[in-house]
């Protein structure tokens, strides 16, 4: 899969068939429109934009990705995508009008065979351009516009924002079951101030970043060291700690069976199961019992396959 930082991509992936979108998540929404294109037979490529847009516009917007960048690079490698044209969004590129962004970027500079779009689709200065706009200039540029229906989840539409609630419901079996794959968060262990040790469970402290916010709770996870293979079974909390007056949010995992330090190291954590949501003990010891009931449930919740 080649990766183009600007429009300018080589000859040989032009008159390809085009998906255009932020692709969020990379969800079976996604997935459908991927299939469309594939079959065309042709080469495949992917138009997107790094940082999301509305992340771009509204800076106080932190907790909102399903996916970081790297993730859905790597999502989109296992959709096999020949390749990737992955445009800066910032003040400059906002302001180009939606017929330029077709004229100039899309026609001159990709010159896709067909581009595929969902029927919400939006885009340029204001998000002006829409659907009708592409279909408009469809022969003036050389495309054929195929629109995709919306993938949809009992009469429901599958879309990156519903899933976002869903997370922040901890509705993590539908997510999973949207996603068609456990919701996953990377980071770095951070050095914490060892309170799960004191209270007899070790846990790797992560950042959230710019993921969305799950619900505050008790977690099932799977967890890989440094993108290996090897999957760890575990228990996560995601919270505040208000039994300790805590303030940040952050994520701990007890991982099962290990026991050695991995400050520094690259986590990998799937959400497998909610097990319940986030509570204020009374005391240390009240906490203590209720985190051993946590780690017998997360345990059942973890068995069976799940995809990964």
């Not at 026609?107 to 204001?126: H, T």
């Not at 009992?154 to 997510?175: A, E, H």
């Amino acid at each position: 899969m080649k990766i183009f930082n600007n429009p300018i991509i080589a000859k040989k992936y032009k008159r390809s068939s085009l998906a255009v979108g932020n692709f969020d998540g990379v969800h079976k929404g996604h997935q459908k429109v991927f299939k469309y294109a594939k079959s065309t037979k042709s080469k495949f490529g992917i138009l997107t934009f790094s940082p999301l847009p509305v992340m771009f516009f509204n800076k106080k917007i932190r907790n909102y990705r399903l996916a970081s960048e790297d993730q859905k690079f790597l999502l989109l490698k296992k959709f096999a995508v020949d390749f990737i044209v992955n445009i800066k969004f910032n003040k400059n590129f906002s302001k180009i009008s939606a017929e330029n962004f077709i004229k100039n970027i899309i026609y001159k500079k990709i010159n896709p065979k067909r581009i595929f779009v969902s029927n919400n689709f939006k885009f340029g200065n204001k998000r002006k351009g829409n659907v009708n706009l592409l279909k408009k200039f469809e022969k003036k540029y050389n495309y054929q516009l195929v629109k995709i229906s919306p993938h949809e989840y009992k009469k429901k539409m599958v879309s990156s924002t519903k899933i976002r609630k869903l997370l922040q419901r901890g509705n993590i079996n539908l997510v999973n079951k949207l996603l068609s794959r456990s919701w996953l968060i990377d980071g770095y262990v951070l050095k914490g101030k060892k309170l799960g040790r004191k209270l007899g469970y070790r846990t790797c402290n992560i950042k959230i970043k710019d993921y969305v916010l799950p619900k505050a709770g008790i977690y099932a996870v799977k967890v890989s060291l440094k993108n290996k293979k090897k999957l760890y079974r575990g228990v996560a909390y995601l919270g505040s700690r208000p039994t300790f007056k805590g303030k940040e949010v952050l994520l701990e995992i007890n991982i099962f069976g290990i026991k050695k330090n991995l400050y520094r190291k690259k986590l990998r954590v799937y959400f497998i199961k909610f097990i319940r949501k986030d509570k204020k003990f009374k005391s240390s010891s009240e906490l203590i019992r209720q985190m051993n009931k946590d780690v017998i449930s997360a345990k059942k919740g973890l068995k069976g396959k799940m995809a990964i």
